[in-house]
């Protein structure tokens, strides 16, 4: 079995540092469905209890929205500490902040700290508007620091993160969700994946393929076939990394359901591509390491 670095993982205590949309569970009820079930806190130990019967090295956490984002990068990183499993963190932050570059400064002195991650999704409480001054200038300052660009865009917005990119092509960007598709009938298809080539036409963009269940709901192998393969055409394996969304993902299907549709999917690819979308850009995009 090909070993797997899942680009997206959530860990969080509610009980210590709450996540905004988990405090009320009507939130975002619209976006997930009824979501009661999912856990007030969930570890790394549980995570790996739902992972065991995979070859999971290591994942990318993802904020999914701390009251205090540093505290919760802090924590998420001692979750990996004398273990034997990569965790490499993902921070979530408003580049409109005027506090953005202390922020960032303190973020990049975690020994694990990968990316910082912008919501241009207006449902999330989506941040400033891409072209502004202060927002690009702020979104400048990861190269400094080396750490990744991750912007979650709905599919109207692909426009705004393709001119991030224009602008930035010092920072390594990598498009949430591939690109959160709204309109999921055969023309939005069509459509998403003419943006998807649009945003790839960057070279420093690469795109996180998960969260299928928040996408498309109750999802089938088939119905996301010709989405997620769009998305390959558009970045490329190399450009292309994937991701369980868990424990999110729990609402629709599991981590064994959810790879087995990778693997089916993508059967047609080489080797080596396989080892790009499983683990390789992942690594490169996140940890930097070839």
């Excluded at 963190?89 to 991650?117: C, I, N």
């Excluded at 092509?169 to 055969?186: K, R, T």
């Amino acid at each position: 079995m090909r070993q797997i670095l899942d680009c997206n993982v959530h860990l969080w205590d509610q009980r210590d540092d709450p996540v905004f949309w988990l405090s009320d569970r009507t939130l975002v009820r619209d976006m997930l469905g009824d979501y009661s079930s999912l856990p007030d806190v969930y570890t790394l130990a549980d995570y790996r209890r739902e992972t065991s019967d995979h070859p999971v090295r290591g994942g990318v956490w993802s904020d999914a929205g701390a009251a205090d984002p540093l505290h919760a990068a802090a924590w998420a990183q001692r979750q990996a500490e004398g273990q034997d499993f990569e965790l490499w963190l993902v921070t979530l932050a408003d580049p409109a902040s005027a506090g953005w570059p202390a922020f960032v400064r303190s973020f990049a002195e975690l020994e694990r700290a990968a990316g910082v991650r912008i919501r241009l999704v207006a449902a999330l409480g989506g941040t400033a508007a891409a072209d502004d001054e202060q927002v690009t200038r702020h979104l400048g300052l990861l190269a400094g620091h080396g750490l990744t660009l991750t912007v979650e865009a709905g599919g109207e917005q692909l426009d705004q993160v393709l001119r991030i990119a224009r602008a930035l092509p010092q920072v390594s960007i990598v498009l949430d969700h591939f690109g959160w598709p709204g309109d999921l009938s055969a023309v939005g298809q069509r459509e998403h994946a003419a943006r998807l080539k649009a945003v790839a036409s960057a070279p420093n963009t690469a795109t996180r393929i998960d969260a299928l269940g928040t996408v498309f709901g109750d999802w089938t192998v088939d119905r996301v076939r010709p989405w997620l393969l769009a998305a390959l055409d558009a970045f490329g394996p190399q450009r292309c990394m994937l991701g369980s969304d868990l424990p999110i993902e729990r609402l629709r299907s599991g981590f064994g359901t959810l790879y087995d549709c990778y693997t089916e999917v993508f059967a047609d690819l080489a080797p080596h591509e396989l080892d790009d979308l499983w683990h390789g850009t992942a690594t490169r995009w996140y940890i930097g390491e070839n």
